[in-house]
């Protein structure tokens, strides 16, 4: 299903782009994310939905904030 592809791949070069950031830092905003990966808004939230999810990311009431580095599995 090219959605779920989509997706997938969104969310791996999600996990590269915040590989490298320190923990408690602050992510971009969803348009700079959606734009920087060249996808909706609506394709980031999703994404980052599931990262939450996961424990990568933890949401503020201003900003979501890296709380764990992305481990391959």
């Keep these: 299903m090219r959605g ?3 997706f997938k791949r969104t969310y791996n070069r999600s996990l590269d782009l915040i590989g490298g ?3 408690g830092a602050p992510m971009t905003s969803e ?3 959606a734009q920087t990966l060249g996808v909706s808004r609506t394709t ?3 994404v980052l ?3 939450t999810e996961a424990g990568i990311v ?3 009431r201003t900003r979501r904030r890296l709380s764990r580095p ?3 599995r």
């Design 4 to 6: 779920n592809s989509l």
């Design 21 to 23: 950031m320190p923990l």
């Design 31 to 33: 348009t700079q994310l």
């Design 44 to 46: 980031v939230r999703a």
């Design 49 to 51: 939905a599931l990262m």
């Design 58 to 60: 933890t949401p503020s």
């Design 70 to 72: 992305p481990v391959a």
